[in-house]
């Protein structure tokens, strides 16, 4: 990619006009396989009453065997980079928020980057948990503010439900899968992205975790045995954090752009549970009806959730152009970060980009010779197994021939 330099030199500022990075593409992409809390009570001791009293998830979406972080993160991408009206290739930077890669190294950026017929971004993993898509947005605000990129396409995306104890019901009501991106775009027009936030509390970074498979704990018969490759959670600690927290730092993203809450059209919050949303409509004294929720439909997809609820935001009609809207999350480390926005995009051009955009039409390159990919677990497996569930056969995951790396983006 190639870079230039916004001209920082004393006097050399004021004569140019100040460069913004507004929102120009967005998009979003859900497994079609649901699991509902219906299906849930089969597999632990849960009930349909406590989990929507207790969270507001009434289902979640699972990725098909044969899908991945990095193919979700590519339909996504792609279906932002078709709404903003560019080419793949006029993209310089990839930011993928993700807890889930596909693989330790690459990065799944650089998966999605080959998938996406890309051949110019620099492109890397943004590791804030659930914050991770707001950070990658504030990052890719920086970047463009100073100069160093035009467009840059964030993604969020999340497999969560490889990473699940299906027999630890607290957590694995919790999560799905799925995937959301931005595109965010140079422009010497007012509005854009304004006030960022991002926060990060150490003394919280045992409450949300998955303790093997790093440097500390490298994988093992005994990890696994012990169940140490899932996520583990302490919920009413995690809980207390983001009561107190995210409407805190939301209301310091609003202030730092000159705004009030009341400003704020709508507020797009971590979809993690509704009583926390709740909670954040109380700490800034606004209706529920200033929150966009979508939690009931998916459940909490870490950082796929912001970018997938702003998407449908927009797509829904629930913000036009001179709105002003603050993306809000918080996530293990513990992490939260707020931007706020002035809309300046066509609500109208995200409509068409999904059926613009098909997931078979998407290829992320699999490794060669390599055959030993059983992703799904038992649990997951025996659901899958249903008849009218999305099952493709297991030969999906079994590298043939590469892809080709690049291909024309239907307009
Ligand atoms: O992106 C960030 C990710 N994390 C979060 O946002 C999670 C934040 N925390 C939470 O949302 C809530 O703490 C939970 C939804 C996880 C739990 O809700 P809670 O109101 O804090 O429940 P609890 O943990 O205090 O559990 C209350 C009871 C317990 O039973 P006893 O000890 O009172 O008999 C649990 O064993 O509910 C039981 N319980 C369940 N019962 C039915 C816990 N999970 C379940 C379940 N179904 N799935």
Redesign the pocket.
Known sequence: MSHELNGNRPGAAAAKPRIRAHVTGWGRYVPSQVLSNADLERM????DE??VS??GIRERRVAAAHETTASMAAVAGLRAIRTAGIEPDEIDLILLATLTPDYWMPSTAALVKEAIGNTRAAAMDVAAA?SGFVYGFATAQAWIESGLAKHVLVIGAELLTRFLDYSD??TC??FGDGAGAAVLSASTEPGGSLGIELTTEPQGAYM?WLPAGGAKSPPSAETIARGEHFIR?E??E??RF?TRTLASTALESVRKSGLEPDDIRLFIP?Q??IR?IEAVAKGLNLPMERMYTNVDKYG?T?AASVPIAMAEAVNEGRIDVGDRITIVA??AGFTSGAVTIEWTADPARGRAADAAVQADDVHVRLPVDWDSVDPIPPALAELMARPGTVNPPLDDVVPGEPEPASRPLAR
């Open positions: 632990v001791d849960t009930n406590w989990i207790r969270t659930c019901r607290s009501i919790l949300i959670m919920g009413k995690t809980y983001a971590h993690a549970n926390i909490n870490s918080f996530g």
